[in-house]
């Protein structure tokens, strides 16, 4: 919706927008072209887009979600190859920032510091590392979105539950020592890059409130200058390497010792996008003018105001839907 509500404003772009939900509001939106898809993870998505970017006669897709980015990023050379441009990175460097592990990894290498992590591939290795840590601990799945199977465990009898649970549901799982921070100690570092890795924009926003509370989508925040943090997330980006398009990188600081720790990095725009947009820095808008080669700016972009948000329902009212 962020990225709908930005580029509707421009009068040079004709906005088509796609999703599998038919009662998704993007859909419904004034001045867009609403066309259903499968499911990203659907053998059909990519063919059945393809398909509609001929008939539509696409220049450029802005992929906007975790899947979509996943299952694109796969097919990207295809989509170019017909015309369509696609600004994200190649399908390794995506999963190399979705693979919370991988993500991990590469922070430390650089000197990002990060949570203490283990990726236990047995259930003896499991109790192994709970044995060596001291609880509480995070157990969470290497690739998931919005927080969902991310658990929070006071006992090693938990935690192991936890890792027995998650590994069924999404194939791996992970422990983490958990950082304490409460509401107010999150960071999204959001920031836009160039075809050859060159930064062209970025900024920072702290999370003051989240669904669910222990950590998830913002559902109120600010934007901050805060030098130390924005530099961390994007050394965290340029870690993963070769980045094209938006990245957000999420920072928390911890309670306990005052030090900003590394969570993840998401590859896409994020729920808070609208909120860098009235603050002076249009993401959405940037990432098209970027793409189409209309970003003249020589420096990166860093300068915005002080702005808050608070996230809010807005019904469309309808005549009809796709359900009819």
């Not at 098209?288 to 020589?298: F, N, S, V, Y």
Request: aromatic share 8%; with cysteine; hydrophobic share 40%.
């Amino acid at each position: 919706m962020s990225a709908l509500r930005s580029l509707r404003k421009l009068g040079w772009v004709k906005i088509i927008a796609a999703d599998v939900d038919p009662l998704a509001a993007g859909l419904y939106l004034e001045g867009v072209q609403p066309l259903l898809v499968p499911k990203a993870n659907s053998p059909r998505y990519a063919k059945t887009l393809l398909k509609l970017c001929k008939r539509k006669r696409v220049n450029v897709i802005l992929p906007c979600s975790d899947e979509e980015v996943w299952a694109i990023s796969k097919h990207k050379q295809v989509f170019e190859n017909a015309g369509v441009v696609v600004p994200i990175p190649t399908h390794e460097a995506v999963m190399r920032a979705s693979d919370k592990l991988k993500c991990i990894e590469a922070a430390r290498e650089s000197g990002i510091p990060t949570p203490t992590t283990f990726a236990p591939m047995t259930s003896d290795d499991a109790s192994g590392v709970l044995n060596r840590v001291k609880p509480p601990f995070v157990v969470r799945p290497r690739v998931s979105r919005g927080a969902r199977g991310v658990t929070y465990c006071d006992s090693r009898k938990e935690a192991k539950e936890a890792w027995m649970s998650i590994r069924r549901q999404f194939g791996s799982a992970m422990i983490q020592e958990f950082i304490p921070g409460g509401r107010g100690s999150v960071r999204v570092v959001l920031s836009l890059w160039d075809r050859d890795g060159t930064l062209r924009a970025a900024g920072v926003m702290r999370k003051l409130k989240e669904r669910p509370e222990t950590g998830g989508v913002a559902e109120s925040g600010v934007t901050t200058k805060e030098p130390k943090i924005l530099h961390m997330g994007i050394s965290a980006v340029r870690a993963i390497g070769n980045w094209y398009g938006p990245a957000g990188a999420e920072i928390k600081v911890s309670s306990r010792n005052g030090k900003p720790y590394l969570m993840e990095v998401n590859p896409r725009l994020q729920g808070i996008t609208h909120l860098f947009t009235s603050a002076g820095l249009d993401f959405p808008v940037l990432w098209l003018k970027l793409t189409l080669g209309r970003l003249h700016a020589r420096k990166p972009l860093v300068r915005y105001t002080k702005k808050y948000f608070v996230r809010s329902w807005q019904d469309i009212a309808l005549d009809r839907t796709f359900h009819g």
